[in-house]
């Protein structure tokens, strides 16, 4: 019969954002992300993720503040997310399906005054409502054209224009590539891994209105160990993990 100490594993809880750079020290030749044929490295990932950090604690991104991100199933939500953790941000995930009203009782709840969306139509204009109601100060925008390889971004910027927001130039919107010349790397912030919370993560259940569910450092590193157990056959650096989701737009 397996003893009680058997189901039991070791480990120390780590900042999730050092999991990235340890893989990206290892494999970095690898790749990271395939999207619609457009391949990243996870050298490529890890130095867009150092990037954008910089350009985020350039906005005033640290501990204590809660960053929206309001984004279908693309690369940017993984650079994101690390990016906002390394500096000490916390994650508070928005389904890009919500409709207006559903965004804004969330931005509230979770303090969100920096959302980061796409330039979709389907997105955007939901996100820039809600930021016109004042519950937003920026909206930090990423074009779709980004994600795609050099045909397919081609052919969806003749034939697929009418997806794309119009969207101002001004100082409540800040776009993806400016992020990128801020700096190539953030100053460094300490984590502590079992106070700092990583993730606000919304659910409703059956209970009515999504709360959010407070995530730190190591109850993520801990999933993340855990799934280490379970898949002891696993091969470092050579497994892949297909991600689905619905689609939110019409692609070439």
């Known amino acids: 019969m397996t003893t009680a100490e058997e189901w039991n594993a070791a480990f120390d809880a780590r900042p ?14 690898r790749p990271a992300a395939d999207f619609m044929g457009k391949v990243w490295t996870y050298s490529e990932l890890g130095e867009l993720v150092d990037r954008t950090a910089a350009g ?49 009782f969330q931005a509230r709840d979770a303090d969100v005054r920096i959302m980061v969306t796409m330039d979709l139509k389907v997105i955007y204009d939901k996100v820039e409502e809600v930021r016109k109601e004042k519950i937003l100060d920026k909206i930090i925008v990423c074009p779709m054209t ?71 450092h190591q109850n993520l590193s801990a999933n993340i160990e855990q799934m280490r157990c379970v898949f002891e056959k696993a091969r470092r650096g050579e497994e892949k993990c297909c991600a689905c989701c619905r689609s939110f737009t019409s692609l070439p």
């Open 146 to 216: 980004f994600c795609l390889p050099t045909v397919k971004k081609v052919l969806f910027s003749l034939f697929k224009r009418k997806e794309l927001a119009d969207i101002p130039r001004d100082e409540a919107h800040v776009w993806f590539d400016e992020l990128q010349t801020r700096g190539k790397s953030p100053k460094p912030v300490e984590i502590d891994p079992h106070d700092d919370i990583a993730v606000l993560q919304y659910t409703g259940g059956t209970t009515g209105v999504p709360k959010g569910a407070m995530l730190t």
């Open 16 to 29: 999730v954002h050092e999991y990235l750079e340890s893989t990206v020290a290892e494999f970095g030749d």
């Open 56 to 104: 985020l604690q350039a906005m005033g991104v640290g501990p204590g503040v809660h960053v929206g991100l309001c984004l279908p199933n693309t690369p940017y939500y993984t650079i994101f997310y690390f990016a906002i953790l390394k500096i000490g941000g916390t994650v508070a995930n928005f389904n890009p399906l919500y409709v207006e009203r559903e965004i804004a």
